[in-house]
Nanobody, 114 residues
Framework: QVQFVESGGGLVQPGGSLRLSCAAS????????LGWFRQAPGGLRRMVAQ???????NYSDSVKGRFTISRDNAKNTVYLQMDSLKPEDTAVYYC????????WGQGTQVTVSS
């Protein structure tokens, strides 16, 4: 059974940093293309960062230069380092296959506010 479990969210002031983690199970992790997605209240779920099986990253324009995606194949875990956070980054963050075809986890809430 495919499962993604996100953690690491919280409340942070503008300009602050957070590191999100996503532990995956039930998949052949090292061959999987993965993404971080976010959904703000009343909005659609959108991808913000992706990482290929060989570790190549890509980012949406809204987070480019501020967020860094990485993976640890030994731990079946994908990370999202978020720096210079802005109030508009407030959302629930999820990870999934790049296609979004896996089961969605509970996500982790990120709130950026002073």
């Amino acid at each position: 059974q495919v499962q993604f479990v996100e953690s690491g969210g919280g409340l942070v002031q503008p300009g602050g940093s957070l590191r999100l983690s996503c532990a995956a199970s039930g998949i052949i992790f090292r061959f999987s293309h993965l993404g971080w997605f976010r959904q703000a209240p009343g909005g659609l779920r959108r991808m913000v960062a992706q990482i290929s099986a060989n570790g190549s990253p890509n980012y949406s324009d809204s987070v480019k230069g501020r967020f860094t995606i990485s993976r640890d194949n030994a731990k079946n875990t994908v990370y999202l380092q978020m720096d210079s956070l802005k109030p508009e980054d407030t959302a629930v963050y999820y990870c999934n296959f790049l296609s979004g075809s896996g089961s969605w986890g509970q996500g982790t809430q990120v709130t950026v506010s002073s």
